[in-house]
């Protein structure tokens, strides 16, 4: 498949959740939502399916994801598996974080960056809408203690500034994980939170985490996946009758970040792959007993996104077991909203997998499971990417002793710039 036909695939996937959103709310329900989510601080965890309803939260990730497309292809984006994963991780954080207005000022925080340094948008559009992390700290500065035309003034100051810092800040922290984590910029931005949280908070502004959490859609949620995950899982074999030889490559295939999935094996085998770490993302949530939400179904998007981009069944199952066992050993509950998330999107680490097999991959997922719990907090819910802060975290801390201790697995690849490998 060429990239216009992939484009016109993920179009089709953004349609989708659109008319998915109209069919399950009014027109007036939809308009009043949108309203609520975009005067909404979003800080974590902020379900839009609990303060707008599954309409207009589906159809703000509907726009936010057609934006994204747009920006892409405009910007002659090749459609790569980091394409892919961009656009899973915006669809994904749109119903939980993100929407149509707080990811402007950082979108052009970082195209200045690219004008200033006089390179293509082409360079950094992915870090672009990847750094919209920090879409809450946005909606924070301007919505705090009402809007104001201050407010405004200073969270589109604060929306530019953490544009334009983070592709160089994205770049370098690639390097202290060595590509083990592949929500690096989530990486970056709770980085620069922890910076940014402490000098908001000593001007008088105290951001906090929110908690709205939804319980009553989880059917409409299941039926609606459901449909998604089946259409995946069909198309592959209409495409290439031969897609399993392909995709039994593709699990068998070991790599670290970047590690393009669509570029290697195909969009046949990709596509099911998608449809199979989708179904096992579904499965842990059933299994432990969770519920189907905004939080749950956008983590569930970001899982299926990087499927593209080094997730597969036989790298994410271990870490996804290692937070489990970690999560019915410590006090939270396993289906807790926080534990729940982290059991999904833990699959961050799928890369400690395959470089260092299946038993340090669950040991990882046990480590990050109590981790993400309390990273997060000195950031207080406005990185969206808290996994990936964690994640980082842990690999940091991992790499670099297990392969001092274990020669074999001492690193077999150059550290690259991360902006340019992941084109």
Known sequence: MGSRLIYLVLI????????????????????????????????????????????AAL?????????????????????????????????????????????????????????????????????????????????????????????????????LAIGFVMPPLANYTYRIHNGMNIYNTGFAAGLLAM???PIVTAFGAAPESAYYWSTEYHNQTLIYLLVLLLVLLVMPFLLDRRVLSSYRKLVLSRGHLPNDYL??????????NTALCGGIGLAYILITGGVLNGATLGSLFVIMGCSAFGKNPRNII????GVMVG?????????????????????????????FGT???????????SVVLYAGSPLAGLNLYNNGFSAGLVA?????????????????FETRDFLETSK
């Open 318 to 321: 271990p870490i996804m077991a």
């Open 359 to 369: 038993v340090v991959g669950m040991f990882a997922g046990f480590l990050h499971s």
């Open 12 to 55: 089709i996937f953004s349609l989708f959740l659109l008319v998915t959103g109209a069919v399950l709310s009014s027109f007036s329900e939809i308009i009043e939502g949108l309203r609520t989510i975009i005067t909404s601080e979003s800080t974590l965890i902020t379900d839009y399916f609990a303060i707008a309803g599954p309409g």
């Open 263 to 272: 570029e290697k094996f195909g969009a046949p085998a990709v596509m099911l």
């Open 59 to 159: 159809i703000n990730s509907a726009i936010v994801t057609l934006i994204s497309i747009a920006l892409l292809y405009f910007s002659r984006e090749p459609a790569r598996g980091s394409t892919l994963m961009t656009i899973g991780c915006m669809a994904g954080f749109s119903l939980f974080g993100k929407n149509f207005v707080n990811i402007w000022p950082i979108i052009i925080g970082n195209w200045l960056y690219a004008l200033c340094h006089r390179e293509h948008f082409l360079k950094h559009t992915q870090v672009a809408l990847l750094s919209t992390a920090l879409s809450p700290l946005v909606g924070f500065m301007a919505l705090r203690e009402g809007a104001s035309a201050e407010h405004l003034l200073m969270a589109l100051f604060a929306g």
């Open 327 to 355: 999560g019915y050993l410590n006090t939270w509950p396993i289906n807790a909203p926080a534990p729940l998330i982290a059991g999904l999107l833990c699959t961050t680490l799928a890369p400690i997998t395959d470089y």
């Open 396 to 412: 940091t801390v991992l790499y670099p002793v297990l392969t001092r201790f274990l020669k074999h697995h001492r690193a077999k």
């Open 195 to 197: 910076i940014l949280v």
